[in-house]
């Protein structure tokens, strides 16, 4: 730092300004897995077979919708949301704030609610596997596998096309979630 008038060099305030979202990531990222991982669990304690899946579907679209934001708001042009803002149309500011806070927002969609639907689907498959060696006394290697790779398959299949989708319709995708938010700030 000598000699640049003790000014901090751009590292240092990028450093400097990760540690906090960091922080907050962590214990958002404790709060929101508790949280999933006890609504799952009070559901799938007294849950049938057919409820069981409809939780490991409801956690595997939920993470594949998220991914989907995740992806749109890196891959979104703010220009769109500009013309859109100054014509006062319902959700482009708050567009616009997302896409300005991109890193987060990738972050906060792909990695915490992203793994955290990954974690919890993969308990909920292991219930299932569980409620079905129960009803058709199947074997337990042979059921874990095929749920497994069926989960799996459902998971990574589901996030492939979703990226492309985001990608490809990314103003579309962050007009819908600019909406969404918008609708939330006015009922605070």
């Given at each position: 730092?000598?000699?640049?008038?003790?000014?901090?060099?751009?590292?240092?305030?990028?450093?400097?300004?990760?540690?906090?979202w960091?922080?907050?990531?962590?214990?958002?990222?404790?709060?929101?897995?508790?949280?999933?991982?006890?609504?799952?669990?009070?559901?799938?304690?007294?849950?049938?077979l057919?409820?069981a899946?409809?939780?490991?579907?409801?956690?595997?679209?939920?993470?594949?919708?998220?991914?989907?934001?995740?992806?749109?708001?890196?891959?979104?042009?703010?220009?769109?949301?500009?013309s859109?803002?100054?014509?006062?149309?319902?959700?482009?500011?708050?567009?616009?704030?997302?896409?300005?806070?991109?890193?987060?927002?990738?972050?906060?969609?792909?990695?915490?609610?992203?793994?955290?639907?990954?974690?919890v689907?993969?308990?909920?498959?292991?219930?299932?596997?569980?409620?079905?060696?129960?009803?058709?006394?199947?074997?337990?290697?042979?059921t874990?596998?095929?749920?497994?790779?069926?989960?799996?398959?459902?998971?990574?299949?589901?996030?492939?096309?979703?990226?492309?989708?985001?990608?490809?319709?990314?103003?579309?995708?962050?007009?819908?979630?600019?909406?969404?938010?918008?609708?939330?700030?006015?009922?605070?």
């Amino acid at each position: 730092m000598e000699g640049d008038g003790g000014r901090r060099r751009p590292a240092q305030k990028a450093r400097r300004k990760g540690t906090p979202w960091a922080v907050k990531v962590f214990f958002l990222s404790i709060a929101i897995s508790a949280v999933l991982s006890l609504l799952s669990s009070e559901v799938l304690e007294s849950a049938g077979l057919i409820l069981a899946c409809g939780v490991l579907a409801f956690f595997i679209l939920l993470g594949i919708v998220f991914d989907i934001v995740g992806v749109a708001v890196t891959a979104s042009d703010e220009r769109p949301f500009h013309s859109m803002a100054a014509r006062k149309v319902p959700g482009a500011r708050e567009a616009l704030r997302l896409i300005r806070r991109a890193n987060q927002v990738s972050s906060f969609c792909n990695d915490v609610v992203g793994d955290i639907c990954g974690i919890v689907s993969g308990t909920t498959a292991a219930v299932i596997v569980l409620r079905l060696q129960e009803t058709f006394s199947l074997a337990s290697v042979g059921t874990s596998l095929a749920v497994t790779a069926l989960v799996s398959g459902l998971t990574i299949g589901g996030k492939a096309v979703g990226k492309t989708f985001a990608i490809e319709k990314s103003t579309a995708v962050l007009q819908i979630v600019g909406r969404v938010l918008h609708v939330f700030s006015r009922h605070k």
